[in-house]
Structures are given as C-alpha cells and as structure tokens.
C-alpha cells in the first residue's frame, strides 16, 4: 500500500505518494530528480548519501522516505540557497582540489554543513575525524583536509 | 604570450559542477518509460546448472521480461578476448572470456545466470526470489598451487588442466650469476587480492530508440570507443548506430576499463528486444563479486650478488590468479614480470610465470596493475640481502641503480605494449637523496629510534623504489575547434574518472591558442564526439591524448597565425597570441579576436581557395613508439602499537619523476589518492574467500577501505626528467601512488622488529596477521 507523505526538500514541499519501503535515497534520487545526493554501498558505510534531516546529517540510504513525511530534508542541490553561487565549503573544496571523481563529495560536503557550524574552527584531528565517517577512495583525504580548513575560514570571513 | 598554463597549479574546470550536484553520473540518467534490471547470481562458486525453474516470474505484474542463457540464441558467446598475448618467445595460452549469463556450469560465486526486467528496481530484485536453479555443487578450485594438483576439480572442464598461460622471458643466462655468486636468496612471496572500490559501482542505461534506429548507452567506462565499436560488432549494427556515453564515472581505477561485462552485453541486447530503455546499477554486494579485482600471485624468487652487493641476477617462478575467466591475456603477468627489474641493473633475468584459473571473480588490471607484485619481490630481495650481507638498505640501492648515462637503457624482455621493456629516461640516486633528507633518515636511526625503542616503543623506517611503464600506445587523438564565441572547444575519446582532464587537456591547448584553461572545454567519453580512440588505462591520458591535444592545438595556431598574418597584414613571426586575440607584437591596437577569425574561416557565401578547410579547427592523432618510464622512491616512519599491532604511520614522503608536470595540483591528488590505495592494500584490505570459494566479507563493513583516520598528510616532492618520446616530456602518474607501498610496510616492519629478525614475506597484512608473523619470529628466536 502507498502511503502518501509531504516532505520539505531545499524549502520547496513535495507531495508524494510512495511504497514505505521507499529508501530516501531513492526517493530524493528518482521520485525528486535530485540526483546529487549519490549511492555508493546501501548500507551505511560510505556516506556518499548524506543529506540533513532537520539540520542534521543522516544516510539517506538507512532511511526510509515515509520517515521524512512532515520533516525537512537537505540535500547539496540546496547548498547554495537558491543563489546559483557556490557555497564558502564548496569554494574550499574547488581551490584546494578536494574532489577527484567527486562522487563521495555531495555527501561530504553535507557532513560538513551541521560540524562546521558548531564547530567554526576546527583542529585537522576533528576534521578526520569527522571525514573518517565518509569514504573517499580518490583523494587520500589530505587536500579534503585543507579544503574543509579554507572553507571553515571562508564561512568565517563571510560572516565576520 | 601571456602567463603559461601548463605546469601551474590551476583549479579544475570540472569541479563547480561536480560540487553543486549537477554532474551527470549514469544513475542520475532518466528516461522516459524506463526499465529496471536485476541479476540472479550464483551464491555458489562452482557448480553444474541441472535447471532453473522461472517460478512464473515472467508473468508478475510489473515484470516485462525474464531471460536465461537458453533465451539469447545466437547472441550467447563468450567476450572478447581484450588484450592478445605478446610475441614472447616461450608461451603457452589458453583464454577463457566470460559470458553473458552462465550455461550449464558457474564458474565463481556471483557468476549471472538469470536476468530480469521489471518497472522498478524493488520488482526486479523482489522476482530474482522467485527463481529456483537447481545447482549441483562442485568443489572449487581456490588455493593458486592446489589449481596445479593433479585429480583437481576444473574450472574449464575443456581444457583438461587449470592453466590459462605459462610464459618465460629471460634477459642473459641466469646460470651465470648463479655460478658467480657470492651470495644466492631464495624466498617465496605472497600477494593476496583485494578490490578497486571506487565508490560509484557500475551501471548501464541502455535504450534502443526504433524511429531513428540509434542505441545509446551511458555506460561506467574507461573505453567508451572500444565498448560501441564491440557491442555494434555482436548486435549486428553500424557503429554509427552505436552511441555510447561516458559520463562522470565515480572513480575507476581500471575495473571500469572496457570489459564487456555480462551487464554491458545483456542491456544492449534486451533494449532492442523490449524497445524500452533499460537502467542496471550495480549494489555494492555485487560489484564484490561482479566487477574484478587483482593481486593473487605467489612468487618463488632467487637473487645472486656479489659481496659488495652488487646483484649479478634474478630467476622467479610465479603463479598469477586468473579467476574464472581470463579477458585480458597476460596484460598482468608480463607487467610484473617487466616491473620487477626496476631502477636496477640486472643483468641476468629469469622469469617464469604460470596463469591459473580458480573459482574466485575475474581478474582485471586494477590501479598498479601487476606493478606491485614485481616491487615487492625486488624490493624484499634487496632488503634481505642487504641484511645477509650486513649492508644498509640504502647502499644495496644505491649500488644497483641504472645510471644516467645508460638511458635510453633497455631489458630486453617484452613490455605489455608489445614492445622491448626500454627506459627513455630516469635519475635515480637525486630522488633517493631528496626522500632520505625529507624523511629524515639519518637522524630517525641514529637519535629518534634508539631513543623511543629504549622507552619500549617499536618505530621503524622503510625506504623503497620503483619503475612504472606508462603511457602506452596504440594512439588516442583529439580535435581542437576555436568557436565564434572565441572559446574552445576540444574532443577526445579516452573517458575520464577524476584524473581532472577535463582541465589539465584544456592547460595543454590553452597555451598554444592564448587562451584561458577555463576558456577550453574539453569533451571526454562521448563517442559522437570522437570516433577514434582506445581509452583510460596504464596511466596514459596524459601522455597520449595530452600530446595528441597538443599537436592538434599547435596545428590550430598555424591556422590562426596565418589567417591573422594576411587579415592584419604582418608577417606570422610578428604576431603573438594573447587572451583570445591574435596582434601584432606590443601593438594591441593591431589585432584581431580568434572568435572572429573562426566566424571568417568557416564563411557564408563567397568561394574558397581550393584546399581550404573550413574553421579554426584541427584533429590530429599520436601514438607513441614505446611507454615512457616513471620512477619514485616512497620513504615512511611508522610505529606499531605493541598491543593492538594497529599502526599509525608518522611520516610518509614521496618523490617521484614523471617527467613534465602538467598541473601540479591535479598530480599531487593523484600520487595522494594511490597512496591511500595503496595503504589499504597493504594494512586494510584482503578479500577472504572460503575453501567453497565463497567471499566472507563482500561488504563495506566488512572490508576496510581507509579512511581520513588511517591515511597520513603526505610529504611530497617532484624530479622533472623529461620524457624524450614525446613533445611533452610527460611521463604517466595515475598509478605511482599505489605502486610501493606493500614493499614499504615490509620494510618497515621489519625494521621496527629486527631485534627479533621478523622477515614480512607478504602483503597484505593486517593487525592479525602482523601479531601472528611476530609471534611466529619470536619463537623462532627463543627456539
Ligand atoms: S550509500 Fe548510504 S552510506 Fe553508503
Ligand atoms: S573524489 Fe572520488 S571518491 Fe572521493
């Protein structure tokens, strides 16, 4: 049976009506089109599918889409907030070669969103540790590393 | 000219989007009236198929086909045979490719045998339950010597033996060194398998569009060309019917690379049965069993030297794994065979390998590609002769290492270019130096070891070398076209995985028309837009399509030049190419836009000069006589945590030659992304497979890949040997990261237990294990 739910993607609302064994991957994926949230193990270890449910980060592939009904849910296509620009972590990314293949990156940078606000300034420690829940296979981490660091002073800058 | 752009670190004209989510990847590919493929796979690694009994799957709502190997009639044949084997004198070869669902027998666990066809993923995957195959187990064949036994199951019941090849090459006579020895090692190694894990799996969208007669595929490949050419060949087709996409790949590292996969053939197949577009996404089970691996080999070597340490030659006897079926001939094999040798003399060579078939998934080319197997035997001879002899690790090298008035310098044996095994050009003692200064070597064994290890601290150091043949031929090509809007635009056709060619092709153009890279947009992969071409592998993008890039921009200037010559009426020596302009030197006023001069070669109305072509464009190919050869020295300080055994490595540096660098920052990322790749290799990563042939650990939970935790800040630095081969002097970089590293755990293991004499022999290791071979060489020891 379908059951019917109404989601908050990036501000805009969608109402849906889906199979509750739905994955929200697949949901934002294939019923939304917004294909850059990315699937890489289905099971939790990777990470390349996090999104934020209410702010915080999740794999969107351990949930269901039935559990976003009512919920409002982020993914990279909102990282700019509508503005076409990049956001200052994506900025951080692109000027120190973050991303190789940039498969992992959406779900990277999704984690970085909720610990870069409650943490503006973090030490290189804290961001691997951090990093050590999303996997990727490209980079090695290091230029992730410095990215996650100019972007932390990127937000800063734009704020202060 | 303006500011050069090749060799600065430019950020990659690929990343906004990638960044903001809206690159495609064959996934995020839609259609509409789309179908949705799943595979029923063998849990068993070897069996016979009495029968499989459809459980009335095909007549399931929602389901719209459902297909064995009985269904594909003609279609049903085993692949293409990818790479024949190389002239090598002494050979004995026997291929077996893959087929598209498995025929009276499973040859490995995960092995296809049904597939179906449904709306959705979910429904395609709830029938692959339906489905009863009745399966007559088999033993199977798993451990590479038990292949050999006599009375041993068979993989290929034709064949009558497990063999798939055996070839010898010999550079010299290995008797000689034997006899003249002072010293003779032997030792046995181990290399065990593991798996590329690029964290987009495979996929295929396939869709038949009958109006227009077309097929198009977005497929997860390196070798889109080779792909459409093959699948128009079976399908009975025009190439020109054939189009074959592709898109952002989410990392490839060569099981990517043109296989014609069983998942390849069959949606091409079924599209044009249903007349509906299909989508098959591998899961991350699936491509464990499904997408191949690399690694399983098994080396008996010996190694003769003289007192001083001077090695006089090596024979080794090795058994390479095959797996089930074996596409890619001895690509593998001669690879490690060839990259033993190294930046060393050897000056007489005896190799002998033994290709066998077992029940395990097939094995590809997978970044490093037989590389490693071959630096790991030498590069342990070295340090056990060293230690025999009572030399340092560092001398045996120095001593060995082929000098640089002996470039080009050649082995003799054949490269798996086909060619003889020839350096172009290497200096190997500068970069030893640099690695010793930058780790710290002196200081680490004579103050910083001694010190820690009177605390009870184990800290060792490793120090190791390596050759990689790269950018081989045949040849790749590119087309440069200066558009009206004054950008470029430049095709070609190896498909790309995050190697950052969209922007390191576009720093090659850039320069020769004065344009930005940013201004240069490059098409990669899409075989509409490039017809010819071989494909991403053996860390060639750089160096063929870089200089086949490059001549078809410097041929793109000429034209430039010399329409500019005659509109501004100066002489082509006074004229200089700055953003986007053509002018007469330090006289801006006199000048003229490249975009119109592209409107004006391309015009309206009027008659042309005969042997006028149209446009500010050129194609042009290259193909290089022979590889080009890289070389490095890694260098590490790790400690071993005397509890756990888990490691944390304190230093790692790399230096490394490969040749001019196009852009440093895209380099940098490569040699940092092998490394980790090669981290995981030698501490994180070994698929286990069972006596039954069955992998106990086909999950990321369960095969650790590592992560920001485990992989150190690396030091890097580079030589600049220049590659005389090719105008660029660009030697290959995609694989040099991964290469030494096993070697350099070895090592430095040994190292840090050398008060017990540990000797690690094999790779890859793991906390476990590592425990295991100390314990092992501690009673040893006390015995
Ligand atoms: S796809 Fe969700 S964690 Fe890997
Ligand atoms: S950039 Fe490819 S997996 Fe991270």
Known sequence: MDQTISVRVNDRSYDRSVEPRLLLSDFLRHELELTGTHVGCEHGVCGACTVLLDGVAVRSCLLFAVQADGRDVSTVEGLDGGTQALHPIQHGFWERHGLQCGFCTP?????????????????????????????????????????????????????? | MSTRQFGQPIKRNEDPRLLAGRALFTDDVQLAGMLHVA??????????????????????????????????????????????????????????????????????????????????????????DDIFVDYEPLD????????????????????????NARGTQTKGDWAQAEDAADLVIRRRFHYDRGTAAAIENRGIVASWDDKSQQLTIWDTTQAPIAIRNGLAGMLGLSEHQVRVIAPFIGGGFGPKIMMFYPEEVLLAWATLQLGRPLKWIEDREENFYATTQERGQVHDATMALKNDGTVLGIKDVFLHDAGAYAPYGL???????????????????????????????????????????????????????????GIDPISIRRKNYIQPDQFPYSNEIIFQDFTQLTYDSGNYEPALDRALELIGYQDFIRENQPRREAVGERVGISVVSYIEGTGIGPYEGARVTVEASGKVSVATGVGTQGQGHYTSFAQVVADQIGVAASDVHVVTGDTDLFYWGAGTFASRGAVVAGNAMHA??????????????????????????????VQVKGVPQTSISIGELAVEANPMRGAVRPGTEPGLEATEYYGPERGATASGVHAMILRVDPETFLLEIEKYVVVHDCGTVINPLILEGQIQGGVAQGIGNAFYEQLHFDENGALRNASLMDYLLPTAADVPNIVSDHMETPSPLNPLGVKGAGEAGAIPVGALFAQALDNAFRDIGLEVREIPLSPNRLFELVTEASARGNA
Request: net charge negative; with cysteine.
């Open chain 1, 107 to 160: 779900g990277i940078l999704m984690s970085l969103v909720p610990f870069l606000q409650e943490n503006p300034n973090p030490t290189e420690e804290e961001i691997r540790d951090l990093l050590s829940g999303n996997i990727c296979r490209c980079t090695g981490y290091q230029k992730i590393v410095e990215a996650v660091q100019l972007g932390a002073r990127l937000i800063q800058e734009k704020s202060a």
């Open chain 2, 39 to 128: 595979f029923l796979r063998s849990d068993l690694a070897h069996a016979r198929i009495r029968s499989i009994d459809l459980g009335g799957a095909k007549e399931r709502p929602g389901v719209a086909a459902v297909y064995t190997a009985d269904d594909l009639g003609e279609y049903w044949q085993p692949g293409p045979l990818l790479v024949p084997p190389p002239p090598v004198g002494q050979l004995e070869f026997h291929p077996r490719t893959q087929v598209p669902l498995a025929k009276d027998k499973v040859r490995h666990a995960g092995e296809a045998v049904a597939v179906v066809v449904a709306e959705s993923r979910y429904l395609a995957e709830d029938e692959l």
């Open chain 2, 140 to 163: 199977a064949v798993v451990d590479l010597e038990d292949a050999l036994e006599s009375g041993t199951p068979l993989v290929h019941d034709d064949l009558g033996h497990n063999i």
């Open chain 2, 331 to 389: 690509t593998l094999p001669i690879s490690s065979q060839c990259t033993l040798l190294g930046p060393y003399v050897v000056p007489e060579y005896h190799s002998e390998f033994t290709s066998v078939f077992t029940n395990k998934p097939i094995v590809t080319p997978y970044r490093g590609a037989g590389r490693q197997h071959g630096v790991f035997v030498m590069e342990r001879l070295l340090d056990i002769a060293a230690k025999e002899l």
């Open chain 2, 552 to 581: 078809a921009a410097t041929k793109v200037r000429d034209k430039i030049l010399k329409m500019a010559g005659e509109k501004l009426e100066a002489a082509e020596e006074d004229l200089e190419l700055i953003e986007g302009r």
